[in-house]
């Protein structure tokens, strides 16, 4: 933890570094199936869920709160530049963070070419070839990406659920970076397949939006099943049974009949397929934590399902110091 907040740094290279935030300093973790079995016995939690680090202002938490947290997140920032580069910067080496409003479409904000507002831009990923800024993606299940692309210095951060996934936001997102050279990515915490299960729909829209977007290479088209969903009523790779979440929340599965075949999507997989066939190198092979099944995390799945009013937001963070 950075500074005493549930705030992780993932990686270092030059003058950029990747953060991970979470919702807790410390909580207990447990496995899909364990969780499972506790949301039964569990009664409703009727308290919001904003925790120690909240960065989200859209979740009905106290903006002066969610703000302070914000600043305090640029304040530790600046702290692990300062604690771990040898370099000399000038004056401060972040000096602001940049925030979108997410609206799960493929719209991409170009930071350098906008006019800095007090109103957030509505968009999924934004691009910056500045020092000085970071970049905040935040998230409560959906997969966030940041980019970094070292013969450039061009930064980006990606909020990727399944309808950004299907639009085609990443590679949307990897055309701006206009010179040659390798890219880096990374992906931050995100729900995993044991705890995202759905209506087929989904996976049809999944499925279509990738056709549209030539977003996956022929091959993982050809074998999208296989790679991508278990159907939950599929006999498990330990010989068990799959068991069923408590009722899914996103509006393709909502609207579905109840006679609906349900199937548990991976999408960090999926979104790194989706970066490799854009050309995009995945520059970490450690696990990736589910935000569902590890209480440090928030969740807007795991909120929906024990009834919570609401949770917070977490946000994986890219930031190019401003070094002399």
């Not at 609206?103 to 000085?132: C, E, F, N, R, Y």
């Not at 990606?158 to 701006?176: D, E, F, M, S």
């Not at 995202?196 to 099943?225: H, M, P």
């Not at 068990?240 to 075949?261: G, M, N, Q, R």
Request: with cysteine.
């Amino acid at each position: 933890m950075i500074n005493k907040l549930p705030i992780t740094l993932l990686t270092q290279i030059d003058d950029v570094a990747v953060f991970q935030t979470a919702a807790f300093t410390n909580a207990e973790t447990v496995s899909a199936s364990d969780f499972d079995l506790k949301n039964q016995q569990l009664e409703p939690h009727n308290g919001a869920n904003y925790g120690e680090l909240n960065l989200g202002l859209h979740v009905s938490d106290e903006a002066t709160k969610v703000l302070d947290n914000r600043m305090r997140l640029l304040a530790a920032i600046n702290e692990q530049f300062f604690t771990l580069s040898s370099q000399r910067f000038q004056d401060i080496p972040i000096k602001r963070l940049h925030w979108v409003n997410q609206i799960h479409g493929k719209q991409i904000h170009d930071v350098d070419a906008t006019a800095l507002s007090m109103q957030p831009v509505a968009a999924d990923a934004m691009i910056s070839q500045q020092t000085g800024l970071g970049l905040a993606i935040m998230t409560a299940d959906c997969v966030p990406i940041v980019l970094y692309q070292p013969t450039s210095g061009q930064i980006a951060a990606i909020h990727a659920g399944w309808q950004g996934l299907a639009a085609g936001i990443i590679p949307a997102t990897v055309k701006r970076f206009k010179e040659s050279g390798e890219i880096k990515a990374w992906i931050g915490v995100c729900i995993s397949q044991d705890n995202y299960e759905v209506g087929v729909q989904v996976r049809d829209q999944l499925l279509k939006g990738c056709i549209e977007n030539t977003s996956l290479t022929k091959a993982s088209i050809d074998s999208f099943d296989q790679r991508y969903a278990i159907h939950s009523d599929d006999v498990s790779k330990n010989g068990s049974k799959a068991p069923h979440l408590p009722e899914t929340v996103d509006k393709a599965t909502i609207h579905a009949t109840s006679a609906a075949k349900k199937i548990k999507l991976n999408l960090p997989k999926l979104a790194a397929d989706q970066l490799s066939s854009a050309g995009v190198r995945l520059a970490h092979e450690s696990l990736i934590h589910c935000s569902y099944a590890d209480d440090r995390y928030y969740s807007y799945r795991r909120q929906t399902h024990l009834q919570q009013p609401a949770t917070g937001r977490m946000a994986l963070v890219i930031a190019r110091a401003a070094s002399v």
